[in-house]
């Protein structure tokens, strides 16, 4: 069974102060991996997808990279607008139009001004 | 704004009723997903249809049900509903045909309602 785990679970930084979210997993063929923002009471927003290891994806202040086992989302110099909880995912197996996602419970990021 | 429109945006309802919640995808997006997620709970797969027939499974109660209509707007039906129902119900759609041949672009994002908030009292 697909498995996606993030760390930690929640994170609060200062201002400015750069960090980095988790996400391991085990899945079958993995076809992409999936970086969403979620805020309180929203659905979740995409963010990245990333394909094969050691591939990098950037967005403003945030870098998604990928190995064979896990991902990180690079957090520099944050701001509290990016204060949110982090959701990773993970696609395994496409056939037509199925495709089976499978997220993580997420990392729910404070950002302190 | 993702495109993706979801109805009711908040529901009450009393244990043991019936509630139907409605998507609308991104225009042109042929497949539907339903997600529910609990306090605390990730996102837990339901259902999934494409271009009007059923995908995919998840952990989906056999009093839910769900379907996807000719115009691809999708409906959630959850029936005898329980306390432990109440969660966030969302919708997300995915997966564009590609000029005239039709075939479909599958990159795997997913594109996600604002959700319906189900509370059972």
């Known amino acids: 069974e697909d498995q996606v785990t993030q760390s930690p679970e929640a994170l609060r930084l200062q201002e400015g102060e750069s960090s980095s979210l988790n996400c391991s997993y085990t899945?079958?063929?993995?076809?992409?991996l999936f970086w969403y923002r979620q805020d309180p009471g929203k659905g979740p927003e995409f963010l990245f997808t990333l394909y094969s290891a050691g591939e990098e994806k950037e967005k403003e202040r945030l870098k998604a990279t990928l190995t064979k086992k896990e991902s990180f989302l690079h957090i520099t110099a944050p701001k509290p607008e990016d204060s949110a909880t982090y959701l990773c995912a993970v696609q395994a197996g496409v056939s037509g139009g199925y495709q089976k996602v499978t997220f993580g419970i997420g990392t729910k990021l404070q950002v302190i001004p | 704004d993702s495109g993706v429109t979801q109805t009711p945006k908040h529901l009450i309802t009393a244990t043991g009723q019936r509630v139907t919640l409605r998507c609308s995808p991104r225009?042109?997006?042929?497949?539907v997903y339903w997600y529910q997620q609990s306090l605390d709970q990730g996102l837990q797969f339901l259902i999934q249809y494409y271009n009007g027939e059923e995908r995919a499974k998840g952990n989906i109660l056999e009093r839910f049900s769900a379907q996807q209509f000719p115009d691809l707007h999708s409906e959630l039906n959850l029936s005898s509903l329980e306390l432990g129902d109440s969660a966030l119900y969302f919708c997300a759609s995915s997966v564009k045909p590609r000029g005239a041949s039709g075939r479909a672009i599958n990159t795997g994002e997913l594109f996600f309602g604002e959700g319906s908030r189900l509370t059972v009292l």
């Open positions: 899945v079958s063929g993995l076809r992409g």
């Open positions: 225009s042109g997006d042929l497949s």
